[in-house]
Every structure is written in C-alpha cells, then in structure tokens.
C-alpha cells in the first residue's frame, strides 16, 4: 500500500500570504473568542502549517493585534474623522465596513472589549464617535444631561443595530443604512420629547414570541 504524502503549501508572496493568515484569524477568533482559539486552529483554516504561521507572527497576541489593526484600517477607510459630528455618512460607513468583514466587524465590537489587553483602542475609537455624536446631538438636544445621554447611545445603538442585521442575514440590504439611522433618530427623538405612546405592540400568541 502506498503511504499518501500530504499537499505541499503553495508558496504565496508574503503580503498575499500574511492576509490570508489574518483572514483565517478573523473567522476563527469571531467564532470563539481570544481564549479558546489556538494557533493550530488558526494554521488549519488558513491551509498552512504553524511553522509557516510563526514565520509571519510571533505569537497569538501578536496575530490578534494585527487583526484588530487590519479591521481599524478598514474602519478607517470607511469611516471619516468625525470632525463635524456622528452623520448619516458615519452609519454608512460603519454598515460598508460590516458588509466588507462581518467577522471583523464582530471581532472589533463585541470580542475586542471582553479582552483586558485589547479593549483600550476600542474604548477609544468609541469615545470619539461619542464627542462626534455630541457634537451633533446638543444642536437638536437644548438639555446637556440629554444630550450627553443620547450621545452616549446613539453610537451604540448604531453598532448594535448592524450587528443584529449581520445576525440577521442581512435582509433588505438596500435599506440597511435607513433602518439603522431610524434606530438613531428614535434614540435622539427620546432625548427631544417624551410625548408620544411609547406602548409596545404584543402579539405573542399563547406560546409567547417565537424563538
């Protein structure tokens, strides 16, 4: 019987191949977090050996970081300084980036925070979409305790609103950005005015709201 020798790895340019390795790291730390990812993990859904892996990292801390870096980068290139306040063009910003790595985009907002050694850039880019969000918020918001409040949720609830699209299965994709904006304005609306029926529609059946 003939023993079967494993494929060989193609050789990549190294660029070519260090994306490869951060796309593999993205999915496979999106799925299951900093912890309880493993380096081997990350070598076999990249098609690669860990040998090949280290020549490009030096360890995982160090390839987390990069994937956080590569995620900022596309944020970056989505999202513009926010100099005159957290805009429509910010939302689209924030929903393209999503579209382009939703993994990333998971990896960045909900991962990130939960790990001690990552979470300081994540606090930070989030506090600067909140000054952005004052800025625009107190023009509309005469009380600053409201505005402030609603500065604060805005940005969140934008976040958390594409992150629930993307759950979703993105539907509608054409209206995304719209439906998102509507869940800031709501937030906005509630800083302005509390006169209106805020009762909730409730029409669970007898088995309650499906799961």
């Given at each position: 019987?003939?023993?079967?020798?494993?494929?060989?790895?193609?050789?990549?340019?190294r660029?070519?191949?260090?994306e490869?390795?951060?796309?593999?790291?993205?999915?496979?730390?999106?799925?299951?977090?900093?912890?309880?990812?493993?380096?081997?993990?990350?070598?076999?859904?990249?098609?690669?050996?860990?040998?090949?892996?280290?020549?490009?990292?030096?360890?995982?801390?160090?390839?987390?970081?990069?994937?956080?870096?590569?995620?900022?980068?596309?944020?970056?290139?989505?999202?513009?300084?926010?100099?005159?306040?957290f805009?429509?063009?910010?939302?689209?910003?924030?929903?393209?980036?999503?579209v382009e790595?939703?993994?990333?985009?998971?990896?960045?907002?909900?991962?990130a925070?939960?790990?001690?050694?990552f979470k300081e850039?994540?606090q930070?880019?989030?506090a600067?979409i909140?000054?952005?969000?004052?800025?625009?918020?107190s023009?509309?918001?005469?009380?600053?305790?409201?505005?402030r409040?609603?500065?604060?949720?805005?940005?969140?609830?934008?976040i958390?609103?594409?992150?629930?699209?993307?759950?979703?299965?993105?539907?509608?994709?054409?209206?995304a950005?719209?439906?998102?904006?509507q869940?800031?304005?709501?937030?906005?609306?509630?800083?302005?005015?509390?006169?209106?029926?805020c009762?909730?529609?409730?029409r669970?059946?007898?088995?309650?709201?499906?799961?």
């Amino acid at each position: 019987m003939v023993e079967e020798k494993p494929e060989p790895v193609r050789r990549l340019p190294r660029a070519q191949r260090r994306e490869q390795i951060l796309a593999a790291a993205t999915e496979a730390f999106a799925r299951s977090g900093f912890a309880a990812t493993g380096l081997d993990e990350i070598a076999t859904e990249a098609g690669i050996t860990r040998v090949i892996l280290y020549r490009h990292f030096d360890s995982k801390t160090d390839l987390y970081q990069a994937v956080l870096d590569r995620m900022c980068v596309r944020l970056d290139a989505n999202v513009e300084e926010p100099v005159g306040g957290f805009t429509g063009a910010s939302i689209d910003g924030l929903l393209q980036a999503a579209v382009e790595s939703p993994a990333g985009f998971r990896l960045l907002f909900q991962h990130a925070l939960r790990e001690p050694e990552f979470k300081e850039r994540i606090q930070k880019f989030r506090a600067d979409i909140t000054a952005a969000a004052y800025l625009q918020i107190s023009g509309v918001v005469p009380d600053e305790a409201l505005a402030r409040w609603a500065a604060q949720l805005a940005p969140v609830v934008a976040i958390e609103a594409i992150i629930a699209w993307l759950d979703a299965g993105q539907p509608d994709p054409a209206k995304a950005a719209t439906r998102v904006r509507q869940a800031v304005m709501g937030v906005i609306g509630a800083a302005v005015s509390t006169d209106v029926d805020c009762t909730l529609p409730n029409r669970a059946g007898p088995e309650g709201p499906p799961s």
